[in-house]
């Protein structure tokens, strides 16, 4: 519990510092995130190896885990199918290209705006792309801060099927934080499925 | 994307190999000392982003809707997946 109020204070210093713009332009350029991410996914590599468990973990892949990654898009498109009825500025369709991004934020959106440019125009197809930047964004959060919440009411899969197209990289340290170091392979190979289904589902929906 | 999953492999082979190293067994706290950093950051540029910031209320509860609906379809799938297929006899 101290350590999820620990990731989100964490998280709050540093919207309002960003908000605030007083730190240095230099933060932002995108390089020294995507390094820290290199180093963490380094001591990720790590720990998986040193692990004196190792050999059962690589015995445990099994075809049934493909049933993972599809209750991911199954619950995924279901119930933002059902919640797409409460916005009726955007058709099913639109939601669910926004849903099938699956936390890949900066792909999706991206691909959203382009695609529903020329049908939509590019002030609403940008719209449309900033819903899906901030939703994205927000079921990264979501899984990052609710991971130990999941694992105790929805079992220890909860967390990666939230985690969708994150869960190989941004969303594993904390996914084997919760649910344990036994399901790595499980979450990297979900997330490397769910993280090549996004350009083709958000193509798909935006085709409609 | 591929980088990302090379170097944890690197690091895989490392930690294989100096898996006696006491101080490696210790990982997992350096590892989350270098989430709350990357919070900090992710936290920086969602702040500073002003075209996020000014459309936040017109955009943000649409968005954190669609967010919140697809997260919680998926755990709900996840639990009915864990209880069917993977739940082993006599843990929780």
């Given at each position: 519990m101290k350590g999820s109020l620990l990731v989100v204070f964490f998280f709050a210093l540093g919207c309002l510092i960003g908000w605030s713009?007083?730190?240095?332009?230099?933060?932002?350029?995108g390089d020294i995130s995507m390094y820290i991410l290199y180093l963490l996914m380094f001591q990720v590599g790590i720990s998986i190896g040193s692990d004196k468990k190792l050999k059962d973990i690589l015995r445990s892949i099994h075809p049934k885990l493909l049933l993972i990654p599809l209750a991911t898009m199954i619950g995924t498109f279901s119930a933002v199918a059902l919640v797409s009825l409460l916005l009726p500025k955007w058709s099913i369709s639109e939601c669910l290209a926004v849903g099938s991004g699956f936390a890949y934020y900066s792909l999706s959106s991206i691909l959203i705006t382009q695609l529903k440019t020329p049908t939509l125009g590019l002030p609403i197809a940008t719209e449309l792309g900033i819903i899906a930047l901030i939703a994205n964004l927000i079921r990264e959060i979501m899984t990052l801060l609710g991971s130990p919440l999941f694992v105790k009411y929805f079992g220890r899969l909860a967390p990666i099927c939230a985690g969708a197209a994150t869960t190989m990289d941004t969303t594993l340290p904390i996914i084997t934080r919760c649910s344990g170091k036994d399901l790595v392979f499980v979450s990297i190979f979900h997330g490397m499925l769910m993280d090549f289904s996004v350009p083709f589902l958000v193509s798909f929906f935006c085709s409609f | 994307m591929f980088i990302v999953i090379g170097i944890m492999f690197g690091g895989i082979v490392i930690g294989y190999l100096l898996r006696r190293v006491q101080l490696f067994q210790k990982i997992n706290n350096l590892i989350f000392y270098t989430i709350l950093f990357l919070l900090f950051m992710l936290g920086l540029s969602v702040g500073a982003n002003k075209t996020i910031m000014s459309n936040l209320t017109t955009l943000g509860w649409q968005a954190l809707l669609i967010a919140a609906a697809g997260t919680l379809g998926s755990v709900i799938m996840a639990k009915i997946v864990y209880n069917r297929f993977f739940r082993e006899r006599g843990k929780p």
């Open positions: 713009d007083f730190f240095p332009e230099v933060l932002l350029k | -």
